[in-house]
Structure formats: C-alpha cells, structure tokens
C-alpha cells in the first residue's frame, strides 16, 4: 500500500469516526494525522504500519 492510498483510506474513515479517537486508539499524535490528511508529510514506517493496521483490520 501507498502513502497515498493510505491516506485515501484515512479520509474515508474520517467520515465516520473522529480524528482524536484514531489517535487515541492508534496512539499517533493528532497534530501528525492531520498533516498526513492534508498531504504535508507522509508517515514514518512505523507509523504507516499503525494507521495501516487500525483501518484495515477494525
């Protein structure tokens, strides 16, 4: 999976849950998911790796 399509996902969810509770679950800081949303940074491995994992697998 891309950065991009990971972020494509992410938007998707966001219609149904809120930002601070994936950052919550995921334990990314909010201040890091919005830039991903907006397209200013693409994540850390590590950190693709959560988002990726709580978005494809809840």
């Known amino acids: 999976m891309t ?4 972020r494509e996902l992410y938007n998707e969810r966001l219609e149904k ?3 601070t509770y994936i950052s919550k679950v995921t334990g990314i800081d ?3 998911l919005s830039k991903f949303k907006n397209n ?5 491995p590590a950190l ?3 988002l990726g994992n ?3 697998n809840s």
């Open 3 to 6: 950065q991009e399509e990971l």
């Open 17 to 19: 849950e809120k930002q």
């Open 30 to 32: 909010g201040a890091i």
């Open 40 to 44: 200013k940074i693409n994540l850390y």
């Open 48 to 50: 693709f790796a959560k």
């Open 54 to 56: 709580y978005l494809l």
